[in-house]
């Protein structure tokens, strides 16, 4: 029953702007968690931005260009992406689970398949 339905990847020049967005269904609503994760071949995955009924969290790579949000439902999870850079380049992927102890600890059990971002110079 959980599934993570994400859109939003392309392709765009530096300076540009992405809005990515992840559909998710998860059986169970409260303590829901939401993350964007980022990852190019070889290195290791990085993560992006956290959101929960708690607030909101960013890696210092995308602070003050990057804004994580969802719809009132928490059905959907949204990434806005302003002033992209090259660096940005990877293979998105959004992330969910409802589980306290996975929500404070950002080890998320379900995850999208990913949607490719490229920016170029």
């Known amino acids: 029953q959980v599934q993570l339905v994400e859109s939003g990847g392309g392709s765009v020049q530096a300076g540009g702007s992405l809005r990515l967005s992840c559909k998710v269904s998860?059986?169970?609503?409260?303590?829901?968690?939401l993350g964007w994760f980022r990852q190019n071949p070889g290195k290791e995955r990085e993560g992006v931005a956290h959101?929960?009924?708690?607030?909101?969290s960013y890696a210092d790579s995308v602070k003050g260009r990057f804004t994580i949000s969802q719809d009132n439902a928490w059905n959907t999870v949204y990434l806005q992406m302003d002033n992209l850079k090259p660096e940005d380049t990877a293979m998105y992927y959004c992330?969910?689970?409802?589980?306290?102890?996975?929500?404070?600890?950002?080890?998320?059990?379900?995850w999208g398949q990913g949607t490719q971002v490229t920016v170029s110079s």
């Open positions: 992330a969910a689970d409802y589980r306290p102890y996975s929500c404070a600890r950002r080890e998320y059990a379900y």
């Open positions: 959101i929960s009924t708690g607030g909101t």
């Open positions: 998860i059986y169970a609503n409260s303590n829901r968690c």
